[in-house]
């Protein structure tokens, strides 16, 4: 568990609430989309089609962030003691926004979807890689998705998220950066965002076809 938690941060992939939106209403895709990053290389090709799509459409979805210039223009904004951390932090504080300005994307209220994701989740943990069996648990005790709302809910995750560091990222003090640019990082994030949702639909209809 605590490996895989490494494994995450290494490889810039925290923002759990995006992909689970962006995923819509194919449970199948959720999924995918879900446990996209325990499944390596080719492996994903032993999946049912639409899980295989939630799975590409996760590495993707990363890929277009990875490299879109408003993210780097909120990555500079960023003190420069997190190094190459700064990319999980990023997709830690842009779920915040989506999920304090969840309304405006959503007309489920963002603890009923998360209360049904949870559920649906939880229904097919049994097929999940080991690593999100373990991670599952943790998602719904803690009620992430819910608590990415408020900026209390966002310092416990970055807390949480240092000490499986050992102290090494100091993701911690990134809350001192969020107030700091409050404004400016939820302007990137609504800008940035409203790409993705294009990007994800046009990406989700090609790798159903294939």
């Known amino acids: 568990m605590a490996d895989f938690f490494v494994s995450l941060l290494q490889n810039k992939s925290m923002n759990f ?71 999980v932090i990023i997709d830690i504080l842009y779920d915040h926004y989506l999920a304090k300005n969840w309304s405006n994307y959503s007309e489920i209220p963002l603890e009923l979807y998360a209360e049904n994701v949870y559920s649906f989740l939880n229904e097919n943990i049994a097929t999940f890689p080991e690593e999100l069996q373990h991670l599952l648990p943790n998602m719904i005790q803690y009620n992430w998705l819910v608590n990415y ?23 911690d003090l990134a809350t001192e950066d969020l107030k700091l640019h409050y404004l400016e990082f939820e302007a990137d994030f609504t800008a940035y965002f409203k790409e993705l949702m294009d990007f994800t639909t046009e990406k989700t209809t090609y790798l159903l076809t294939k």
């Not at 959720?30 to 295989?52: R, T």
């Not at 408020?150 to 998220?161: A, N, Q, T, W």
Request: avoid cysteine; proline fraction near 2%.
């Open 17 to 87: 609430l995006a992909h689970l939106y962006l995923s819509k209403n194919n449970k199948n895709i959720l999924i995918g989309n879900f446990i996209s990053d325990a499944i390596k290389g080719k492996d994903y090709k032993k999946y049912p089609h639409e899980i295989k799509v939630g799975i590409l459409l996760h590495r993707e979805i990363d890929t277009f962030t990875d490299t879109h210039p408003i993210v780097k223009k909120s990555m500079r904004r960023l003190n420069k003691r997190y190094r190459h951390y700064n990319g």
């Open 149 to 171: 709302a408020s900026i209390e809910g966002i310092d416990r995750v970055l807390k949480g998220m240092n000490k499986r560091t050992k102290g090494i990222s100091k993701m």
